[in-house]
């Protein structure tokens, strides 16, 4: 079994400043770990993903993301937030032989403060 | 052109009415996916299809059904509509690899059941 938790629905930040997203995932197997982000009236598009390998994985758009196994997370980081990742992020979790039950959180809502 | 479409992009329907989703993908993908999204719950699996022959139930596939006409093409269907099915659906596809996947979405159907 398998599940994701994103701890806060909804977070704010100052254009410029740190972006900080969290997950935490419970996993029976070794999991394959992702990073989806949604923009207003659209699909959810990748932004990385952790297979194995390097633990620090680099994404689209300058986000990143580390993957720890002993504190079982993978946050999500970008260092300078810019109004254009206004948007919903959603952190996803498989089991590494194929992600045919991928495994969504709830999903945490960015707002960048100008 | 985008690569996975749905249609239609949004529906009203009254309770008790057959309605069917449509997702087509000219990625070439064998894999493909039907999810729900709710605020709060994140995305769910309804449905999923490894190739033509081959269609698995997901986490919540109660009151849906899906039909997979060709690689290509994925439909799902609710045979009798109901108020809590008031959600946004998302198509995917994938493509395995051999040891990851990737899911790639569509810009999902906004279904309103009065």
């Known amino acids: 079994a398998q599940s994701v938790t994103q701890l806060g629905s909804h977070v704010s930040v100052s254009e410029g400043a740190l972006v900080l997203l969290r997950c935490n995932y419970s996993?029976?197997?070794?999991?394959?770990l992702f990073w989806y982000v949604q923009y207003p009236n659209q699909g959810l598009q990748l932004l990385l993903k952790?297979?194995?390998?390097?633990?620090l994985v680099k994404g689209i758009n300058g986000f990143e993301a580390e993957f720890k196994k002993s504190e079982t997370s993978f946050h999500l980081t970008k260092p300078s937030a810019h109004m254009s990742d206004e948007a919903e992020y959603f952190c996803?979790?498989?089991?590494?032989?194929?992600?045919?039950?991928?495994?969504f959180g709830t999903g945490t809502r960015l707002t960048i403060i100008p | 052109d985008a690569d996975v479409t749905q249609t239609p992009r949004n529906r009203i329907t009254k309770t008790g009415k057959r309605i069917m989703l449509e997702c087509s993908q000219t990625?070439?993908?064998?894999?493909m996916y039907w999810y729900r999204q709710d605020p709060g719950l994140g995305l769910r699996l309804i449905y999923y299809?490894?190739?033509?022959?081959?269609?698995n139930k997901g986490e919540i596939s109660d009151g849906y059904s899906v039909s997979r006409q060709a690689q290509a093409k994925f439909s799902l269907s609710l045979e009798s509509a109901i108020p809590n099915q008031t959600a946004l659906y998302f198509c995917?596809?994938?493509?395995?690899?051999?040891?990851?996947?990737?899911?790639?979405f569509g810009p999902g159907t906004r279904l309103t059941v009065l």
């Open positions: 299809s490894f190739d033509v022959k081959d269609i």
């Open positions: 952790y297979t194995t390998g390097a633990t």
């Open positions: 996993s029976s197997v070794p999991p394959y």
């Open positions: 990625k070439g993908h064998d894999r």
């Open positions: 995917a596809t994938s493509d395995w690899t051999g040891y990851t996947d990737t899911q790639y």
């Open positions: 996803a979790v498989s089991p590494n032989f194929g992600n045919e039950k991928l495994t």
